[in-house]
């Protein structure tokens, strides 16, 4: 009989897996964000306001470009966009 003990490779094989391709996730966010919104945004009852910065496309780079963006991606959390302040480039 063969007395050899099967390696864990199975672990370690998924965790390089997970963390490539959490950078390669990353990576590619990164690229497709080269630009920063940054808003003023509210919400009703009770009353909140927000002043904030979101990623939005190197395609998207203008303040009229980044509106659409910007609105959709704060409805989506329950806020309204009061105000596109100023769109540039990230570093």
Same mark, same amino acid.
Do not use: F
């Given at each position: 009989?063969? %007395?050899?003990?099967?390696?864990?490779?199975? !672990?370690?094989?998924?965790?390089?897996?997970?963390?490539?391709?959490? !950078?390669?996730?990353?990576?590619?966010?990164?690229?497709?964000?080269?630009?920063?919104?940054?808003?003023?945004?509210?919400?009703? %009852?009770?009353?909140?306001?927000?002043?904030?910065?979101? %990623?939005?496309? =190197?395609?998207?780079?203008?303040?009229?470009?980044?509106?659409?963006?910007?609105?959709?991606?704060?409805? =989506?959390?329950?806020?309204?966009?009061?105000?596109?302040?100023?769109?540039?480039?990230? %570093?």
């Amino acid at each position: 009989m063969n %007395n050899i003990a099967p390696r864990p490779y199975g !672990l370690a094989m998924m965790k390089t897996l997970l963390l490539t391709l959490g !950078l390669i996730i990353s990576v590619t966010t990164v690229a497709d964000a080269a630009c920063v919104a940054e808003y003023k945004a509210k919400r009703s %009852n009770p009353t909140q306001y927000e002043h904030g910065r979101m %990623n939005v496309p =190197d395609s998207a780079c203008t303040q009229d470009a980044a509106m659409p963006i910007v609105r959709a991606a704060l409805a =989506d959390r329950g806020w309204t966009l009061m105000a596109i302040v100023k769109v540039a480039k990230s %570093n």
